[in-house]
């Protein structure tokens, strides 16, 4: 069963307009939350991560929200430019009870538009 | 250059045949993975390794095998390599959780086809 799950494959966006990916976890014991940024014929790269005791965390024009009633965290790309175009992967991890083993939703290919 | 390189970038082998993947890191990470991604199903873990003495199964690993050479190696192998192991492979490093950095740093990947 999935753990971490990204619902929307893909997303379009207009230059400029707000980016909203969503990642959706079943495991109430992970306590870290990554995501991570993959261009084609290029490893993932790691864009931002989340505490689990935090519901926010910023750096620059990504920020990630996180709702651990919902079991719910969301990137937000404000503005969206057209080299954000790239799939996005959210992940996340057990570091206090388990090996640290990241595990991986599936993906969501975003679009953005100039 | 590259903190975690892996060679070859690009394989194609036929069914059968056994290949070898290589990665080796620069970063001075004890913690060393090996995953795949398939389109559609994100990035699975085959393999993880936590020191040179230390290798453990992931999700996935069923007709792979791992070597950890040495702190900065970990290779990936295909003793009989079958048409649905094509795919994307990626290595990756991480240091100790207790550093507080909790992210992994990836490779470039390797595209395998097998034929």
């Known amino acids: 069963d999935q753990q971490v799950k990204q619902n929307s494959p893909s997303l379009s966006v207009q230059e400029g307009r707000i980016s909203i990916l969503n990642c959706d976890y079943t495991n109430s014991m992970f306590d870290y939350f990554l995501w991570y940024k993959k261009y084609p014929a290029e490893g993932p790269t790691f864009l931002i991560s989340i505490s689990s005791i935090k519901d926010k965390n910023e750096d620059g024009r990504f920020t990630v929200f996180l709702n651990k009633s919902a079991k719910h965290l969301s990137l937000h790309i404000v503005p969206s430019q057209p080299g954000d175009s790239a799939v996005y992967f959210c992940?996340?991890?057990?570091?206090?009870?388990?090996?640290?083993?990241?595990?991986f939703g599936k993906g969501t290919k975003l679009s953005v538009k100039p | 250059d590259a903190d975690v390189t892996q060679t070859p970038r690009n394989r194609i082998t036929k069914t059968g045949k056994r290949i070898m993947l290589e990665c080796s890191q620069t970063k001075g990470h004890d913690r060393m993975y090996w995953y795949r991604q398939d389109p559609g199903l994100g990035l699975r873990l085959i393999y993880y390794?936590?020191?040179?003495?230390?290798?453990n199964k992931g999700e996935i690993s069923d007709g792979y095998s791992v070597s950890r050479q040495a702190q900065a190696k970990f290779s990936l192998s295909l003793e009989s390599a079958i048409p649905n192991q094509t795919a994307l492979y990626f290595c990756?490093?991480?240091?100790?959780?207790?550093?507080?950095?909790?992210?992994?740093?990836f490779g470039p990947g390797t595209r395998l086809t097998v034929l």
């Open positions: 390794s936590f020191d040179v003495k230390d290798i």
């Open positions: 992940a996340a991890v057990n570091y206090g009870g388990s090996q640290g083993n990241l595990i």
């Open positions: 990756a490093t991480s240091d100790l959780p207790a550093t507080g950095v909790v992210e992994q740093f």
